[in-house]
């Protein structure tokens, strides 16, 4: 697994930091905090778009975004809870006609505390422009074309 630190947007607009493995381009993996500016974004979203045509996170926790009575989640049950947790819920909404089972999902996180949400949402990878011409992806950071940096050029959605 080569995770590396990344930027997603969602709706063209929001930037949202996450980490993806390399080896499997597979889910983004985002933080609690992460997991819920997320929340926010996708039901802002769908109440917008409608949700029959949207996937919604939702954490669970006070207003704001806080647990009322912060809990530590021991991951392997050895009596070491090395970080706070919420419980995270996915739901996708196209789903719901096949019953609340088939419409929801509950995402915990893994031993260092990532929610790994999932793939083919709403989002896209954020991008940034080089100066020599070349876009490429947020989690790229040196410019294939020309060595330049991505800290020295001008980002898409940051």
């Given at each position: 697994?080569?995770l590396v630190a990344?930027?997603?947007l969602?709706?063209?607009?929001l930037?949202?930091d ?18 819920r500016?997320l ?5 802002a ?8 045509r949207?996937t ?6 006070d207003?704001?975004g806080?647990?009322p009575?912060?809990r530590?989640?021991?991951?392997d ?9 919420a419980?995270?819920?996915v739901?996708?909404?196209d789903h719901?006609?096949?019953?609340p089972k088939?419409?929801t999902?509950i995402i ?5 505390g990532?929610?790994w949400?999932?793939?083919?949402w709403?989002w ?6 080089c ?7 947020w989690?790229?950071p ?5 060595g ?11």
């Open positions: 697994m080569r990344t930027r997603f969602l709706d063209g607009e930037a949202v996450a980490e993806t493995d390399l080896d499997t381009g597979g889910a983004p993996a985002f933080s609690l905090a992460g997991a500016t929340a926010a974004a996708t039901q979203l769908a109440e917008k778009v409608g949700h029959e949207m919604t996170v939702h954490v669970l926790g207003d704001d806080n647990d009575d912060p530590d989640y021991d991951y049950g050895d009596g070491n809870a090395p970080f706070p947790h419980i995270v819920m739901i996708t909404w719901m006609a096949d019953g088939a419409a999902r915990t996180p893994d031993p260092t990532r929610y949400i999932g793939a083919g709403p896209e990878v954020a991008t940034w422009q100066a020599c011409g070349l876009r490429d992806e989690h790229n040196t410019c294939d074309n020309c330049r940096t991505r800290d020295d050029q001008t980002a898409s959605g940051a």
